[in-house]
């Protein structure tokens, strides 16, 4: 009786593991065949045939013309890979350039339920669990963001400085987004002002959201070091709204002395001391203008973001300010 309990276990066991292996082959399968396209990209079907290693030229196919812009083509390559292999994993491997590369082309949905379909077969797939938060964090969904983000954080085992120091951030980033939308004024300001102090790194974003919304904690959390990289955030605040108690004790006076709003001889920063010199001895008016550089790929961007929209990383960009000469536009009739 024994040997019989015993075997009729074991043979459950396999019967299920198999159950299981079909029912994800067949999820794979029918994902596949929910994105239409038109019949096998031509030379594929043949090349497949008497290749032994197709994968790798093929992916670099669709990868070249991804990269030139024909995401039609590229897709059409992958979905036609996929119905070639029977392996799961092969088929995989696929759907993870295939997620990203529908991400790329702005498909986020699509890209989302591949990489949801990825971890239904394949839950410790950090790099699959790596492109969904930021895939959620694009779709504004930051709580799914922040679980899948300690999924990564439970499969990733014994962290280095640098990974904990990302999840860290990423985590708090994440924390920020969600409390930016509680309704609870007080409530809300309190959280930002925990995670401001708990994550310097994410200054320019909560101070940023103070400055429209609680002015009075915009200045008061407001840097004495390292402020040059926020001279964005005050240089459009005009002067009634400056208040000079706090800003006469800060360095960051140097944007308003600039501008002309107090007195001054001299400016450290040299774009602000331009600004100054033009102002006070010139007829022609001057202004800053702003470049932003990511300091993972240097990246240049006219348009301030925490997260680098070339590598994705997260992080405060880099302010590059340069004078440059006052235009003004004339609005003409059309008429």
Same mark, same amino acid.
């Given at each position: 009786?024994?040997? $019989? ?19 994800? &082959? ?51 390559? =992958?979905?036609?890979?996929?119905? &070639? ?23 986020? *949905? ?26 959620? $964090?694009?779709?504004?969904? =930051? ?24 999840? #860290? ?20 300001? *309190?959280?930002?002002? *925990? ?33 040059? #990289? ?26 308003? &002395? ?7 001889? *001299? ?24 470049? =932003? ?43």
């Amino acid at each position: 009786m024994l040997v $019989g309990i015993i075997a009729f276990v074991l043979l459950a066991d396999f019967y299920r593991n198999l159950y299981r292996k079909k029912q994800r &082959q067949k999820s794979l399968n029918a994902l596949v065949k929910s994105y239409e396209h038109h019949g096998i990209f031509d030379g594929i079907a043949e090349f497949l045939k008497v290749s032994k290693e197709p994968i790798p030229t093929l992916v670099f196919l669709a990868k070249s013309y991804a990269k030139g812009g024909d995401n039609q083509q590229a897709i059409k390559i =992958y979905l036609t890979l996929i119905e &070639q292999f029977d392996k799961s994993r092969e088929k995989i491997e696929i759907l993870e350039e295939l997620g990203a590369l529908y991400v790329r082309a702005g498909f986020l *949905q699509k890209g989302k339920d591949i990489y949801l379909e990825i971890l239904k077969n394949n839950p410790r797939n950090l790099k699959t669990l790596s492109n969904l938060v930021e895939l959620y $964090g694009m779709l504004g969904d =930051y709580q799914s963001a922040f679980d899948a983000l300690e999924c990564i954080e439970e499969n990733m085992g014994e962290l280095s400085k640098k990974q904990t120091d990302k999840l #860290n951030l990423a985590r708090e980033y994440f924390r920020m987004q969600m409390s930016f939308v509680i309704r609870n004024e007080e409530e809300r300001n *309190q959280a930002l002002i *925990q995670i401001l102090q708990k994550e310097p790194r994410l200054r320019k974003v909560i101070l940023g959201f103070f400055k429209i919304n609680a002015p009075r904690l915009f200045w008061e959390y407001f840097p004495h070091k390292d402020w040059e #990289n926020l001279i964005d955030l005050l240089w459009d605040i005009p002067a009634s709204k400056i208040p000079l108690s706090v800003i006469k004790e800060s360095p960051a006076i140097e944007v308003f &002395q600039a501008k002309g709003y107090y007195p001054s001889t *001299q400016c450290k920063n040299f774009s602000l001391e331009s600004i100054r010199l033009f102002q006070r001895y010139s007829e022609q008016k001057a202004t800053l203008g702003f470049l =932003y550089v990511c300091p993972h790929c240097q990246s240049q961007f006219p348009f301030d973001d925490f997260r680098c929209s070339a590598c994705g990383e997260l992080g405060e960009l880099k302010l590059i300010t340069k004078p440059q000469r006052l235009q003004y536009e004339k609005n003409l009739s059309l008429l």
